[in-house]
């Protein structure tokens, strides 16, 4: 098995050369020239030249940004045969939707009525939001009752229902999402915008909407690009480096389709969450936890769901090996350590920098899970075992199966 070394992204004079939104070319790596970390092999180095390309680029719709480019595939292609291990290079399609940020905030505004008695509040990794329900006081009365209306319509059922894990939420988010550019969702501009979602959601979506134009809209919809503008330069100058560490680490080739992801003023009490068929991930860009690298962090967590699988498999044959019950939600502690631990050491070898939001200096550099709170209760204790076990994968001195057998035999 290939052994794995996370080191620097560049070596031995590699100069890697991304062309940046605008045409003109910035090099970047050049000051990791003779580190003592020669973590990449020939193949790599040529992989990451040959699939640099990235681009920024808005795209038709309410904001619609990529960072990466299609035609960057085939020259990528050209080169995969060298390793089992090479992944597509990633493409984030980055969408600021209308229909899809008013759905969130009022699943956020009938939560707030009904005084946050949803039991995921109470999750680990879930925050209270500190808001206040929005005030209605000078509004139009059309207005008032519009938008009371839509609110009571999600307090009945949908507030109560996790954003995630119910099946029902997962449809409306991504219909939802796609049908972000249409006017209204019964298909009556265009068959294209029928919706299919149930005629009582569609009704409270579209009596609310116009009351969420006039009102939030602007403003939800400009903290969302500024977001994504914010998120974007990382992922231009670390998105291939990390894409490919994360590809390495769990042994999964990087998804090649392009990753939807809808930036959303409030995105649920764990401020993102990705679901699977097809990859969507859904964040938010007002979750105080998001801002800065650990937006980055957040965004690479997220899109690393997508490669767990060959995680939870060595988890499940290990674990029932021995005998020993699966350790719930261990694979998922895993993940935030992992992304956590590269981007914590992206940020020191200085190829990740930091936002004004940041003072603290780059080997401060707190893990998003360990900054947040995660690592409490049986989460302290998966925390110890990874630093024991894994983190020698993560350096490269043991195999994937040897830090999961070994993981599972001592747990
Ligand atoms: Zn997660």
Redesign the pocket.
């Known amino acids: 098995m290939a052994e794995l070394k996370l080191g620097p992204p560049r070596v031995e004079n590699a100069q890697i050369r991304i062309p940046s939104t605008y045409g003109a070319v910035r090099a970047f790596g050049d000051n990791m020239a003779g580190s003592a970390m020669p973590s990449l092999g020939l193949h790599r180095i040529l992989r990451v030249f040959l699939t640099a390309p990235l681009l920024l680029q808005a795209a038709t719709g309410w904001a619609a940004i990529s960072v990466g480019a299609p035609s960057a595939y085939s020259s990528q292609q050209a080169v995969t045969g060298q390793s089992g291990l090479e992944s597509p290079l990633p493409v984030f399609e980055m969408h600021s939707g209308f229909w899809v940020n008013l759905h969130h905030f009022l699943y956020l505004q009938a939560r707030l009525l009904k005084g946050n008695s949803s039991s995921t509040d109470t999750v680990r990794g879930a925050a209270q939001p500190d808001e206040l329900p929005v005030s209605l006081i000078d509004f139009p009365e059309a207005d008032i009752h519009a938008w009371q209306d839509a609110v009571a319509f999600y307090s009945k059922d949908l507030a109560g229902r996790d954003l995630l894990l119910n099946g029902d939420m997962e449809i409306i988010n991504n219909q939802l999402s796609a049908l972000e550019t249409c006017a209204e969702l019964e298909g009556k501009t265009t068959p294209l915008c029928k919706s299919g979602l149930r005629q009582d959601l569609v009704e409270a979506l579209e009596r609310a909407a116009p009351v969420y134009r006039a009102h939030w809209w602007a403003q939800q919809d400009r903290a969302n690009r500024e977001w994504i503008a914010q998120v974007a330069p990382m992922i231009q100058k670390m998105g291939v480096e990390l894409s490919s560490q994360l590809s390495d680490v769990y042994q999964r080739p990087w998804p090649s389709q392009r990753l939807r992801v809808d930036v959303v003023w409030y995105g649920g009490p764990f401020g993102a969450y ?1 679901s699977l068929d097809p990859i969507h991930v859904t964040i938010s860009s007002h979750d105080p936890r998001n801002r800065g690298v650990y937006g980055f962090e957040v965004l690479f ?2 899109s690393s ?1 997508a490669l767990a699988g060959a995680v939870t498999a060595a988890i499940a044959r290990d674990f029932r090996e021995r005998d020993k019950p699966i350790p719930r939600d261990f694979w ?1 502690a895993l ?2 350590y992992t992304t956590g631990e590269i981007v914590r050491r992206d940020v020191e070898y200085g190829t990740m920098t930091f936002t004004p939001e940041q003072t603290s200096g780059p080997s401060a550099y707190l893990p998003y899970a360990a900054r947040f709170g995660l690592y409490s209760g049986s989460w302290e204790h998966f925390h110890g075992l990874l630093d024991l076990y894994w983190l020698p994968y993560l350096d490269g001195k043991v195999s994937f199966d040897t830090a999961m057998a070994r993981l599972a035999a001592d747990m």
């Open positions: 990705t967590h997220e769901h998922h993940l935030f």
